[in-house]
């Protein structure tokens, strides 16, 4: 499975930035998909993750109440919505899928096998 995540940029704090991320392969609507994302200088941390049905969200702490995460089955397509952006929120944004169908994975990123390419999100004060 290959993805390939877009939809970064620049933006003011308090706006709001939707990613996107596009699979391929016939695997997509069967796996949990999540996003990480990783700040100059430190490691790859996880953003939010998505059952393969859309039913059930997790998020991180830090972006609780002001990201969405979401998906569209028939486009092989994950969303982040963000609101709300802080300048911490600056980082690169990958999303990934885990290499098992029907398992919820962690929220490590030994948890994931397949990769994006990532999207720089930077948020200015």
């Known amino acids: 499975v290959q993805l390939q995540a877009s939809g970064g940029g620049l933006v003011q704090a308090g706006g709001p930035l939707r990613l996107s991320c596009v699979a391929s392969g016939r695997t997509f609507s069967s796996l949990y998909v999540a996003w990480f994302r990783q700040a100059p200088g430190k490691g790859r941390e996880f953003v939010a993750m998505?059952?393969?049905?859309?039913?059930?969200?997790d998020y991180a702490d830090s972006v609780k109440g002001r990201f969405t995460i979401s998906r569209d089955n028939a486009k092989n397509t994950a969303y982040l919505q963000m609101n709300s952006l802080k300048v911490e929120d600056t980082a690169i944004y990958y999303c990934?899928?885990?290499?098992?169908?029907?398992?919820?994975?962690?929220?490590?990123?030994?948890?994931?096998?397949?990769w994006g390419r990532g999207t720089q999100v930077t948020v200015s004060s």
């Open positions: 990934a899928l885990p290499s098992t169908i029907g398992t919820k994975p962690g929220t490590r990123t030994s948890d994931f096998a397949s």
């Open positions: 998505l059952s393969w049905t859309g039913g059930t969200a």
